[in-house]
């Protein structure tokens, strides 16, 4: 904790536009800020779990630099539920994430998923974590659900794109957000097909109900990394600047919420924090 206060981070989900997230995080390690809690969604859950599994964050962005997209994509059987098995990704995750398990994580660490059959929102706090992130960035129809204990998952993002609210129920006083957005898919109003149209319907139901959670935060970084695709991986140096640029840009806001610059201050006076000079 800073100044007492518990630190909430919420990933949020987005492909391989997550890739922000690296240089969001990077900036806040930079500048001693350390969540007591983190919480993620579909590409906020893999980053999520990868860093508070204790991954170096600059041996990531390195490492990225060396995936291409064959090592990731592996086509599955449609009618079982998708056209990507999502094995290779869960893979990946295991080995970032040292195939520890949440209670073995340096930082607490929570995913959330939707239950395929129920409709209800699946918080994973227990386990191991790659499962938990395959299951919360199964994205429908593209990934095969994740089967679990008997439960079909599909991504968290069908119900919450950012989990804020898990983190306030689980005692974080401040919740920063990384935020990044919803792809939109190219729309022609004049000459709209059926698809166009369930897509457009789509992104604007999906960025109402990613607002609504955003605003339950109390500061909100939103990289423009809208460049990226779903599982597009070129151009992560250029991701994980935008992630960098708008945490910058975010930190005088999170600096006063946590008190650092009135600490600061009475320091630089030669006051300890209580006020009374020294000596």
């Known amino acids: 904790m800073i100044n007492g206060r518990k630190i909430g981070l919420c990933l949020g989900s987005g492909g391989a536009r997550g890739l922000a997230h690296v240089g969001v995080l990077q900036v806040l390690e930079e500048n001693g800020i350390i969540p007591d809690i983190i919480s993620g969604c579909s590409a906020g859950a893999i980053f999520g779990a990868v860093y508070a599994a204790g991954t170096n964050l600059y041996l990531l962005e390195k490492y990225l630099g060396t995936v291409e997209a064959r090592t990731i ?39 959330i998923a939707t239950d395929l059959v129920t409709g209800e929102m699946k918080v994973f ?7 938990a992130v395959r299951a919360s960035m ?89 460049f990226m695709g779903l599982l597009k991986i ?20 999170i600096r006063q919420l946590l008190g650092l610059e009135a600490l600061e201050s009475e320091q630089e006076k030669g006051l300890p924090e209580g006020g009374q000079k020294v000596g």
């Open 125 to 131: 706090e227990e386990g191991k974590l790659h499962r």
């Open 138 to 226: 199964a994205v429908p129809g593209v990934f095969t659900p994740a089967v679990i204990d008997g439960h079909y998952y599909v991504d968290g993002g069908v119900l919450e794109e950012l989990p804020v609210d898990v983190l306030r129920t689980r005692g974080a006083d401040v919740v920063i957000t990384s935020d990044l957005g919803i792809k939109k898919n190219f729309f022609d109003p004049e000459h709209p097909s059926p698809i166009d149209i369930l897509r457009r319907s789509s992104d604007i139901m999906q960025a109402k109900l990613t607002q609504r959670q955003a605003d339950k935060g109390d500061v909100i970084i939103r990289p423009d990394a809208s």
């Open 73 to 111: 994509v592996d086509m599955g059987i449609p009618i079982h539920g998708g056209f990507l098995s999502g094995d290779k990704i869960e893979e990946l995750v295991l080995t970032l994430t040292h195939d520890l398990s949440f209670g073995e994580t340096k930082i607490p660490f929570v995913c």
């Open 234 to 253: 070129n151009g992560y140096e250029e991701s994980v600047e935008a992630g960098r640029q708008k945490a910058t840009e975010a930190l005088p806001r």
